[in-house]
Antibody
Framework: EVQLVESGGGLVQPGGSLRLSCAAS????????MTWVRQAPGKGLEWVAN????????FYGDSVKGRFTISRDNAKNSLYLQMYSLRAEDTAVYYC????????????WGQGTLVAVSS | DIVLTQSPDSLAVSLGERATINCKSS????????????LAWYQQRPGEPPNLLIY???TRESGVPDRFSGSGSGTDFTLTISRLQAEDVAVYYC?????????FGQGTKVEIK
């Protein structure tokens, strides 16, 4: 069974940093693009970043470019999101998701971890 | 960036009736070389993560009931739930994966009338 379990969320002050993790199991992690998608409270979905199977390519949404870094450790079946210079508007549930083998969207999602940026 | 605009923002449908959700893209998501529309639909039930329903605008993901169907091409797309069931109460999102950044529509909330 495919499982994605996020961790690392919490309350952080504006300007602070946080590192999210996503533990993957039930599939060959190194064969898939992986993604972070976020959802502000009561709002819609926003794609944040994705990373190629071997980590050689990364892409970011404009709102996080230069502040967030996506990475992965295929030996540990883990995906990460390092977040710097956090702002109130970064407050959201952050989902780890697996991209379908075809480039057609995200077929498995974790339950999400809440990041709250507030003083 | 490609902007996806869904309509309506919400709708209430009686059990067993049809629900129709539209998604309009600010530019075509039809890739000329393979004639595929780079558009997906997701369902998000309350308190749950999204669930992929449809990709390539009309291909149902494995395990998705056949009452869900997608149609359209280019810039105009539709998700249809043919006979609404109680478990279909959710917010539905379209998403384009034609270009980066991948973007989502604002969502359409489906409720029971």
């Amino acid at each position: 069974e495919v499982q994605l379990v996020e961790s690392g969320g919490g309350l952080v002050q504006p300007g602070g940093s946080l590192r999210l993790s996503c533990a993957a199991s039930g599939f060959t992690f190194s064969s898939y693009w992986m993604t972070w998608v976020r959802q502000a409270p009561g709002k819609g979905l926003e794609w944040v970043a994705n990373i190629k199977q071997d980590g050689s390519e990364e892409f970011y949404g404009d709102s996080v470019k230069g502040r967030f870094t996506i990475s992965r450790d295929n030996a540990k079946n883990s995906l990460y999101l390092q977040m710097y210079s956090l702002r109130a508007e970064d407050t959201a549930v952050y989902y780890c998701a697996r991209r379908h083998l075809e480039p057609v969207g995200f077929d498995y999602w974790g339950q999400g971890t809440l990041v709250a940026v507030s003083s | 960036d490609i902007v996806l605009t869904q309509s309506p923002d919400s709708l209430a449908v009686s059990l067993g009736e049809r629900a129709t959700i539209n998604c309009k893209s600010s530019q075509s998501v039809l890739y000329s070389s393979n004639k595929k529309n780079y558009l997906a639909w997701y369902q998000q039930r309350p308190g749950e993560p999204p669930n992929l329903l449809i990709y390539w605008a009309s291909t149902r993901e494995s395990g998705v009931p056949d009452r869900f169907s997608g149609s359209g091409s280019g810039t105009d797309f539709t998700l249809t739930i043919s006979r609404l069931q109680a478990e279909d109460v959710a917010v539905y999102y379209c998403q384009q994966y034609y270009s980066t950044p991948q973007t989502f529509g604002q969502g359409t909330k489906v409720e029971i009338k």
